[in-house]
């Protein structure tokens, strides 16, 4: 079975970036989304970011403009790149896999993404 392994997470002044992965080991799985997820302390947790199979990216009105997603078919790993990162920003950050044709959900341990002067 997959497993998803999460790094990038840190501290970081208002106005700077971070680039977190996703890294998939295990079994190969076809899936119809892969997604970053975030949750605040308090708050919902938020659909962020999402990558379709076919590689169509969507966002958050939060998120347009600031965040990518992208892959790396060679390392099997996905990124999500975060630039202008705000105090609102901070939270745990999970990355999610829908898979295909079960819709069975896999996710990531979590990294924390602090973001503060």
């Known amino acids: 079975q997959a497993q998803l392994v999460e790094s990038g997470g840190g501290l970081v002044q208002p106005g700077g970036s971070l680039r977190l992965s996703c890294a998939a080991s295990g079994s190969g799985f076809s899936f119809n989304t892969m997604n970053w997820y975030r949750q605040a302390p308090g708050k919902q947790r938020e659909l962020v970011a999402s990558?379709?199979?076919?590689?169509?990216?969507t966002y958050a009105d939060s998120a347009k403009g600031r965040f990518t997603i992208s892959r790396d078919n060679a390392k099997n790993t996905w990124y999500l790149q975060m630039n202008s990162l705000k105090p609102d920003d901070t939270a745990v950050y999970y990355c999610?896999?829908?898979?295909?044709?079960?819709?069975?959900?896999?996710w990531g341990q979590g990294t924390q993404v602090t973001v503060s002067s």
């Open positions: 990558m379709s199979a076919g590689g169509r990216t």
């Open positions: 999610n896999f829908r898979l295909f044709p079960t819709a069975r959900e896999i």
